[in-house]
């Protein structure tokens, strides 16, 4: 294991969580620094991106599928300096700036030092700082899965897009328009020219218009929002259109994918029957997707932010002793772009 400092603490800092609930005790506790497996790197974190799902986490909404040992350390972005690497490392050494997302891995960003696996750590955009790259992994790892993998989304195409001045939804409508796409979206008076300068072409302003009575023959639908948006999207697909959603119902595919047994994939598919048998009478699909670390795709994504083609969007910043109330600030919904918290 190559380390570039000879002294480490035993010790760190970190946002916890000890059990799950609706009303779950989220603390900045000390923990043990974490050691590292061969293929992990040993990360100094100096900032972590929050994530509506962080919060979703606490309340056991995906402990079924999302596997941590308790008490666990909450978040998965971060940004930070490599320390120390594991003996079959490749691809970075100590010193190098990196930004990465851990998420559905077991562990957490909101600490001091986290374990990184390589495959999903990136170098970290020249142009950025630590708390701008923190802001990047989880949107846009999730943006380039459901754009470019899942939907492959051509130049020409229409997608929908709700919820644009959100942290997905600041990013995404970035990338599909560097795909070439036209873009739609949903957001509040107040936040009309922000999501027109990230490029947005249609903007239906939620507090005055519907936005199943205005837009019309999408080709796309991504899914960025709880409650009837998804039920209502489907009528403004064209035949033959995709709804890829990234809040669920689960589906069939997914349990599949995961390879959980029978009893799960019965139950993801009569969670999900009622919106794919809404679609398939629109003659349209859907689709549910579950970001995964990639850290090759943060290279992709760390090459629009150096050209400037993509813009990092960020509301507030909170420091790690704040943590909780971040999350707090978070989960009203509010927020324009992304909340990070600045550990160093």
Do not use: C
């Not at 000890?18 to 900032?47: M, N, Q, R």
């Not at 790892?141 to 130049?155: D, G």
């Not at 519907?210 to 999207?233: H, M, N, P, S």
């Not at 970001?291 to 790690?320: C, T």
């Amino acid at each position: 294991m190559t380390v570039r400092r000879p002294w480490k603490p035993s010790v760190m800092k970190a946002l916890t969580f000890e059990s799950y609930g609706k009303s779950p005790e989220i603390a900045i506790t000390h923990v043990p620094l974490p050691t590292i497996k061969p293929d992990e790197l040993l990360v100094e974190v100096h900032a972590a991106g929050l994530n509506p799902i962080d919060n979703m986490i606490t309340t056991g909404t995906f402990k079924a599928v999302l596997k941590y040992e308790l008490p666990a350390i909450m978040g998965s972005d971060l940004s930070g300096v490599v320390i120390a690497v594991g003996k079959a490392v490749t691809r970075f050494k100590a010193g190098d700036a990196i930004f990465a997302s851990l998420f559905d891995l077991g562990k957490g960003s909101i600490a001091e030092f986290a374990a990184v696996p390589e495959h999903a750590a990136a170098l970290k955009p020249a142009n950025l700082d630590f708390v701008q790259a923190a802001s990047i992994p989880m949107v846009g790892l999730t943006s380039w899965q459901a754009l470019k993998e899942r939907a492959n989304l051509q130049s020409g195409q229409k997608v929908f897009i709700p919820a644009g001045a959100g942290g997905i939804g600041t990013f995404a409508i970035q990338l599909a328009k560097h795909l070439g796409a036209n873009v739609a979206t949903t957001t509040s008076t107040g936040n009309v020219e922000l999501v027109r300068s990230l490029g947005a072409d249609e903007v239906v302003d939620y507090k005055k218009q519907a936005f199943e009575q205005v837009l019309r023959d999408y080709d796309l639908v991504l899914g960025t929002t709880r409650g009837d948006t998804i039920k209502k999207a489907v009528g403004i697909l064209k035949s033959g259109g995709l709804i890829v959603s990234l809040v669920g119902p689960l589906d069939k595919a997914f349990a599949k994918a995961r390879r959980m047994n029978a009893f799960f994939t019965f139950l993801f598919g009569l969670m999900s029957h009622s919106i794919r048998r809404r679609a398939k009478k629109h003659h349209v699909t859907y689709s549910f997707l579950f970001v995964r670390p990639q850290g090759a795709q943060l290279e992709k994504i760390a090459v629009l932010l150096e050209s400037g083609q993509i813009k990092p969007v960020i509301d507030r910043v909170f420091a790690l002793e704040q943590a909780k109330e971040g999350l707090e600030y978070l989960a009203r919904g509010r927020a324009k772009g992304k909340v990070v918290v600045k550990i160093r």
